[in-house]
């Protein structure tokens, strides 16, 4: 004889899953006790501040000021219109037309050669590596404009190194270093547009002192005209120990 059992009375029906709940509680468990963190406790100062009793500050009393009203204006006359009749009669001004029509012939003729043009003189800028003739120095003399050239830099030589002083505020600063002058020789054998860069100001006041110093040349000329011959020129300062 098969003995029957209840169903609802069997206790290995349901332990795979009290089996997988028991699993995961011991997981959960284990992960919370391996990322717990302790801190390090540390004295905590307690202050206590008393503050004494706040005394009522004394108002100050608000005085009211009563200011009496202004006077209304004074009554204004009445505005008297006065109708004066036209007694003079006016004159109307004709004004004519300065227009003319083709019909109107001219009487007067201007021939092209009564006409006179003013010739403007443009101001011409030479290299003066490539100019015809280089700007004569007051007493240079020479057959071609090689030994021209070779004359005005030789006096340009001695003109800056006879004149040369170094600044006094440069050597205190112990400043020193290259200054470009760049400057132009007109038409007219003057020096003018003197531009100067270098290393300091004070440098280059006294390179641009200078070049103002130079003497009228006679000036440069291009195909017989004279013309502008712009001139750079680099004037060194150094500091001996």
Known sequence: MQVKKNPDLDISRNSSLFF???LCLMLLTTNGLLNYKTYEKHDIALDILEMGDVEEEELIPIIDIKTPPPPPPPPTAPEIITVVEDV????ETIIESTETSMEEAIE?????SDVDVDELEEDISVPFAVVEKVPIWPGCTGKNNAELKKCFQGKM????????KYPEQAIDLSIRGK????????????VSGI????????LEKEASRIIGLMPKMEPGR????????????????VLEN
Request: no cysteine; hydrophobic share 35%; proline share 7%.
């Open 157 to 164: 030589t001695e003109h800056v190194t006879k004149n040369f």
């Open 195 to 202: 531009k100067t860069r270098g290393p300091d100001k004070i």
């Open 108 to 112: 007067e003729r201007v021939d092209v």
């Open 20 to 22: 997988a709940i028991g």
């Open 179 to 190: 200054v470009y002058v760049m400057f132009i020789i007109d038409s007219k054998g003057n």
């Open 222 to 237: 291009q195909r017989g005209k004279p013309v502008n011959i712009p001139y750079s020129l680099p004037i060194n300062f």
């Open 88 to 91: 003079e009669e006016v004159e």
